[in-house]
């Protein structure tokens, strides 16, 4: 069974600690994606990667960094948290180069910044 | 501009009746493919089904149909029967060729089916 899985379901932190936001993916994808998705804006790409160590940014990168040092896990990083980084975060993952490979999803995380 | 356009933001339907999402595309890459997905309360992504520019005839996936317009750049979800499973928010996504590994998502619409 395909699995792409996330660290956490509900994470909360407060504001300017650094949060890791972790995700895994069994499938041997060469693509990674991290999205964030709010209430009426669907979903926003923030960075993807479709290589290990190889990173390209998305439409909201700002504010976040990547890092992917193995093929399997993709990490998130937000420097120092803010409230307006209070969203539900997106996990993805898929094969390379045909428009017919669809992307699996982890369960999400939903991050809460006080 | 917005490459995906879900125009209806809430949707009610009968339980056992069929209903239809909307979804319309902007894009110049002749070779691209088009997916929906459904995302229940627990959060987690579903894909549905999938439709290729290329593709002759229209997806179907048990209860669920695309119907492809190319010329309208319009690639509608019919739920058959629906059920009160099925009540959740769906996504229209298209991955471009020319853009590689990136999809683009709609804003999504809110399905409730009503017993």
């Known amino acids: 069974d395909v699995k792409v899985t996330q660290s956490s379901r509900y994470l909360v932190k407060r504001t300017g600690e650094k949060v890791f936001l972790e995700c895994v993916q069994d499938?041997?994808?060469?693509?990674m994606f991290w999205y964030r998705q709010d209430p009426g804006l669907g979903l926003r790409l923030i960075y993807f990667?479709?290589?290990?160590?190889?990173?390209e940014k998305g439409d909201i990168p700002e504010g976040y960094s990547v890092s992917r040092e193995k093929k399997e896990r993709f990490s998130l990083i937000l420097e120092s948290a803010s409230t307006n980084q209070t969203s539900m975060y997106l996990c993805a993952s898929s094969h390379r180069d045909s428009p017919e490979d669809e992307q699996f999803f982890g369960p999400g995380t939903r991050l809460t910044v006080l | 501009a917005q490459k995906i356009t879900q125009t209806q933001p809430g949707m009610f339907v009968q339980e056992k009746e069929a209903v239809t999402l909307d979804c319309t595309y902007d894009t110049s890459d002749p070779s691209y493919g088009l997916f929906w997905y459904k995302q229940p309360s627990s959060g987690e992504m579903i894909f549905l089904i999938y439709?290729?520019?290329?593709?002759?005839q229209n997806a179907t996936e048990g209860r669920y149909s695309l119907n492809f317009q190319k010329a309208r750049k319009s690639a509608n979800l019919v739920i058959s029967a629906s059920q009160l499973g099925d009540s959740a928010m769906y996504f229209c996504?298209?991955?471009?060729?020319?853009?590689?590994?990136?999809?683009?998502f709609g804003p999504g619409t809110r399905l409730s089916v009503l017993p």
């Open positions: 439709q290729g520019s290329y593709d002759q």
């Open positions: 996504a298209m991955r471009e060729r020319n853009y590689g590994q990136n999809f683009v």
């Open positions: 990667s479709y290589d290990v160590k190889m990173k």
């Open positions: 499938m041997d994808h060469e693509n």
